[in-house]
């Protein structure tokens, strides 16, 4: 038997993921901005949702995969890691942040004296 305690917090219900034709549209529009600032992206359709593959040209094994779900009153943006980005309205703020979370990665990809650092 598990002890809960009284006061414990009721956990958050799970997202609740786009259907087919809306995240298309969402992670379209995504794609769109991600290709202008010099990503590569890949639309994912199989599966049971929707996935946007960001990478750089690159660094092809290196990237993010977004998601569209519901939450807060609106449709985001989500990470692989369940971190919601920003609501799907917000599409160039969501693009600034991918940015910012893939950089270093890539960066730290082509810096000559990662091994030595270690």
């Known amino acids: 038997m598990v ?9 958050l219900p799970l997202p609740t ?5 809306r ?3 969402h992670l379209t529009l995504l794609s769109l901005v991600m290709r202008r600032d010099g990503w590569k992206t890949q639309l994912r359709t199989t599966g049971p949702r929707r996935l946007l593959r960001i990478y750089s ?3 092809p ?3 993010e995969s977004v998601s569209v779900a519901w939450g807060d009153g ?6 692989s890691t369940g971190l919601w980005l920003t609501p799907c309205r917000r599409v160039e703020l969501a693009a ?19 091994d030595e650092q270690l």
């Open 23 to 25: 995240a298309r549209w």
């Open 17 to 21: 993921y786009s259907g087919p034709w």
């Open 57 to 59: 040209k690159c660094t």
């Open 96 to 114: 600034d942040k991918l940015a910012i979370l893939l950089t270093p990665w890539v960066a730290a990809a082509f810096d000559p004296l990662r």
């Open 74 to 79: 609106a449709w985001w943006y989500q990470s």
């Open 3 to 11: 002890w809960i305690p009284p006061n414990a917090p009721a956990a």
């Open 61 to 63: 094994t290196i990237g």
